[in-house]
């Protein structure tokens, strides 16, 4: 799919061709798995895979949507002055959903519009499509209606769409990635306070690939609550010995310490996933700051490592993948990401490997597994923002 042909569509479903062009991207997290609702850091990038919406303002008050992914779904039509979720509009309640909650704080939205939508990030991979949706429609209207809106506010605004709209209980991880994201860097974030630093990502020699082992996350939210539960349980043994919030107040030196006062064995091998990740992840800030790519990569296997041993949220696919990344030449590092039992793990690979790494590893996982993965070469991108036709690519 290039440009040129969504630009034929979009003339196709709407008529007309004063358009806009604008973009949000997917997103990774490179280190810090489970720790955002512990208390800890998180150290996402926005990558280059993402949504594209081609927008043009209408002269009713009738909003028409299109997405290139769901041609079956046919165009969506709603009206601006009805904005409540309707189950029938499937995918576009997450566009509904942005423009509704734009409107209600305050900001002036005016007419319909045309939007056609087009997605490259895989589906079901873990790699943040909702979030992407909401924040390039974010942009879109930003731009479209002359709105200035503080980034945060926007970033907000998306992840109320996803609790309060869609019903999902998630972070604001995803949606500060896509909308924050910044060319050749990490974000290391604190989800409850969002204070955050960039870190330069600088891989000339080396390339980011993700593995995506298809195997879809049916056991990720089920087994997040019960984490989230076991995290919690652990807490409050902790908290009758020592004043803390969170289990990401806790060096891993204090953990070690206390670690026995919490009683169920299985709550403590969570905290300590909790403790030692949010570690592992300021120390993976530090690490590229310093440019040193090896303490960064045997950050991230430790990572796995822990979140396969101590959280328990691998499961086979995921191992395998991981466990045949690090046998090849060339890799720095490997670990999964996102929520686990399935999607996607990435690789820090050096840039001469990557073709015999993805043969070898989709050679291996096939074998173990019984079907293909997919990998997708992928550099820490910009995030949300409107693009001009000049500097266009729908490629990674």
């Not at 949000?24 to 594209?52: K, M, W």
């Not at 029938?88 to 939007?115: C, F, R, T």
């Not at 999964?336 to 399935?342: C, I, K, L």
């Amino acid at each position: 799919m290039n440009i040129e042909q969504l630009a034929d569509i979009f003339t196709n479903k709407f008529g007309g061709s004063g358009y806009r062009t604008f973009f949000a991207p997917g997103r990774i997290n490179l280190i810090g798995e489970h720790t955002d609702y512990n208390g800890g850091h998180v150290f996402p990038c926005a990558i280059t895979f993402g949504t594209y919406a081609l927008a043009s303002k209408r002269t009713d008050r009738k909003i028409r949507m299109y997405s290139v992914n769901f041609p079956e779904i046919g165009v969506v039509e709603f009206d601006l002055d009805h904005l409540e979720y309707d189950l029938n509009h499937n995918w576009a309640n997450y566009p509904k959903g942005m423009i509704s909650y734009i409107k209600e704080a305050g900001y002036q939205i005016d007419s319909g519009l045309n939007v056609l939508f087009y997605g490259n990030i895989p589906n079901g991979a873990g790699l943040s499509s909702s979030a992407s949706i909401e924040l390039v429609t974010g942009v879109m209207l930003e731009g479209l209606f002359k709105l200035k809106v503080d980034r945060i506010d926007l970033v907000k605004l998306g992840q109320k769409v996803e609790n309060q709209f869609i019903g999902v209980n998630s972070g604001i991880m995803d949606q500060f990635a896509v909308g924050m994201g910044k060319k050749n860097h990490g974000i290391l974030l604190d989800c409850h306070t969002l204070k955050y630093e960039y870190a330069p990502i600088e891989m000339e020699d080396y390339r980011i690939v993700i593995m995506n082992t298809n195997k879809r996350r049916e056991l990720a939210d089920s087994k997040y609550n019960e984490r989230r539960s076991e995290c919690e349980k652990a807490l409050k043994d902790l908290q009758k010995h020592v004043q803390i919030n969170s289990l990401g107040s806790l060096s891993p030196d204090e953990f070690d310490r206390l670690q026995m006062e919490i009683k169920d064995p299985i709550h403590r091998k969570r905290a300590k996933h909790a403790v030692y990740e949010n570690d592992r992840t300021i120390k993976a800030l530090a690490a590229l700051k310093q440019n040193d790519l090896e303490q960064f990569g045997q950050l991230i296997n430790q990572s796995h490592i822990s979140l396969r041993d101590d959280y328990e949220v691998t499961g086979k696919e995921l191992d395998t993948i991981v466990e045949a990344a690090w046998n090849q030449e060339g890799v720095l590092g490997a670990r999964m990401t996102g929520a686990g039992f399935g999607g996607c793990a990435i690789a820090i690979v050096e840039k001469d490997k990557v073709d015999a790494f993805i043969k070898e590893v989709g050679k291996i996982y096939e074998e173990k597994i019984g079907y293909k993965a997919e990998f997708y070469i992928v550099t820490a991108g910009e995030g949300a923002k409107e693009i001009h036709s000049k500097n266009i690519s729908l490629g990674a």
